[in-house]
């Protein structure tokens, strides 16, 4: 049954978390489950809504509305409206991502934009939102060239994410085949982009920027560099990037797979976060108030296996994490004076579990 057991009205300071999935096995596509950022506990979760591969999902500004990317050859996205009582989705219309495989969907600060990463294609795309929620069709689709020296993964582009600034007048793109973060000047008035100046930052060969998080205000930027492990911190001021520090996510000693995958910045601005697939754990790092570098403060186990996304909520006393191969979300407490993680004994069981968002109260 959809929902089962979600129905019930909680408490304002309570969240619906929506899980997106890969539902080559035995997800059937987004599920939800609420959690209180007072007590650190979660509900059991349901089925959301069914759809097919919701690797990434996006909240609308006015927490009304969600959107998917709908991770398959044939790229779709997807709105879905909010029931904010019972976490329900409905599914309002899916159009086409322009490109293969979408990896990640973000909306734009004044909600009237969606764009879309696809991986596969390489590709961006820029979708008009109604007042009612539903996506129109794409305003500007570009496409990505080059590759790197990686032969199998960096054979051809594969933009990996899509980031607004703070200020909503760029977009960034980490594209992992290229070795590239590429920026893009956005003008919400019309839905399109041009190339910055610089239209790019270069990484190093071989690297793979997959993901970006900004210090909450705005003047640093990281990148985690999926194939390197490895985290860029860099000066951000009015679309140009310029390289600060390049540090890895894993231990000295380790010698097994590396594989970085998500990044986030705490909300106090003090320490970042990065998720390391092979090792499966969390680098913790603390951020210079001043420079905007990084020193390594610890790596902590997910408890679980492959580790993708993570959100940290909103009063930053928690941090949840998907293990997409062990089915698992686990609830970890930050301590506010290190930032380090603790698990809390809080493991939500979902099948694939990739991307994590928060609803807003």
């Not at 909450?216 to 860029?232: I, T, W």
């Not at 390289?243 to 000693?253: E, F, M, R, V, W």
């Not at 998907?322 to 380090?340: E, H, L, M, W």
């Amino acid at each position: 049954m959809l929902l089962a057991g979600l129905s019930t009205l909680l408490p304002a300071q309570q969240r619906t978390v929506y899980v997106g999935t890969y539902t080559n096995g035995a997800s059937k596509g987004v599920y939800a489950f609420r959690f209180n950022p007072s007590s650190g506990k979660a509900t059991n979760p349901s089925l959301a809504a069914e759809t097919s591969n919701p690797s990434f999902l996006a909240l609308h500004p006015n927490g009304r509305f969600l959107y998917a990317a709908n991770e398959n050859p044939n790229g779709m996205v997807s709105a879905f409206s909010i029931d904010r009582a019972s976490g329900a989705l409905t599914l309002l219309n899916s159009v086409s991502s322009h490109g293969s495989d979408p990896c990640h969907v973000a909306v734009d600060h004044t909600g009237k934009w969606l764009f879309a990463a696809n991986y596969t294609s390489g590709s961006v795309a820029v979708f008009p939102l109604g007042a009612d929620g539903k996506l129109g069709e794409a305003s500007t689709v570009l496409q990505h060239a080059g590759s790197s020296v990686n032969r199998e993964l960096q054979a051809g582009p594969h933009a990996h994410e899509v980031v607004l600034s703070p200020d909503n007048r760029f977009l960034l793109v980490p594209d992992l085949g290229a070795d590239r973060v590429v920026i893009y000047r956005f003008d919400a008035a019309k839905g399109t982009l041009a190339a910055s100046t610089p239209a790019f930052v270069k990484a190093a060969p071989g690297a793979g920027p997959r993901h970006l998080a900004f210090r909450p205000d705005g003047k640093f930027a990281y990148v985690v560099s999926e194939l390197a492990a490895s985290v860029v911190a860099y000066r951000y001021e009015n679309g140009s990037l310029s390289g600060l520090q390049t540090i890895s996510t894993l231990p000295a000693d380790f010698a097994g797979v590396k594989s970085g995958a998500e990044i986030a910045v705490h909300p106090n601005g003090r320490f970042l976060y990065a998720s390391n697939r092979g090792h499966d754990s969390i680098a913790v790092f603390r951020i210079d108030p001043g420079k905007g570098t990084l020193t390594a403060a610890g790596y902590v186990p997910t408890q679980g296996k492959t580790p993708r996304n993570f959100v940290i909520d909103p009063t930053g006393a928690y941090l949840l994490a998907a293990n997409q191969d062990s089915g698992t979300v686990v609830i970890f407490r930050i301590d506010p004076k290190t930032g380090s993680l603790s698990p809390n004994g809080n493991t939500i069981q979902i099948p694939a579990p990739v991307s994590l968002v928060l609803a807003l109260p």
